[in-house]
């Protein structure tokens, strides 16, 4: 364990990365600062995998508990919660494919996110 800041950087050598109920918290240009560290720390190493566990909301305006959490991101830490389409724009600008997602215990899903 070690202790950061990841909006500073985010410790090297890892082949995993885990980011569970963190990017929920952050607007994208947050998100992106952290998510650019961490695409920094990774480097050359394009095995090393990314991986996000989070909501993935409805992309149709129907009831969704995903919805709710979005809300309550908002207003209490000026955060959001965000669809596939949203995952996937959000990491391409940050450097990362997002290749699979897999449902887990709802809400959450499991995003695996590859360097590019
Ligand atoms: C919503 S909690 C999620 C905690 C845990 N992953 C979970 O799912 O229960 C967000 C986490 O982000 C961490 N965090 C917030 N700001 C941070 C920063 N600048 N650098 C590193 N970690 C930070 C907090 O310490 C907290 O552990």
């Given at each position: 364990m070690v202790s950061g800041d990841f909006f500073s950087n985010v410790p090297e050598g890892p082949d995993a990365y885990i980011l569970k109920?963190?990017?929920?918290?952050?607007d994208d240009?947050?998100?992106?600062?952290?998510l650019r560290n961490v695409?920094?720390?990774?480097?050359?190493?394009?095995?090393?995998?990314?991986?996000?566990i989070e909501a993935v909301?409805?992309?149709?305006?129907?009831?969704?508990?995903?919805?709710?959490?979005?809300?309550?991101?908002l207003v209490n830490v000026g955060g959001q919660e965000r669809t596939q389409r949203g995952?996937?724009?959000l990491l391409a600008a940050s450097g990362f494919e997002l290749v699979k997602v897999t449902?887990?215990?709802?809400?959450?899903?499991?995003?695996?996110c590859r360097p590019v």
């Open positions: 109920s963190v990017l929920h918290d952050w240009g947050e998100c992106g600062t952290i695409r920094k720390a990774i480097g050359e190493n394009t095995d090393a995998r990314l991986f996000l909301m409805t992309e149709a305006n129907v009831w969704d508990f995903s919805r709710i959490l979005d809300l309550e991101m995952w996937a724009t449902r887990a215990v709802p809400p959450n899903n499991i995003l695996e």
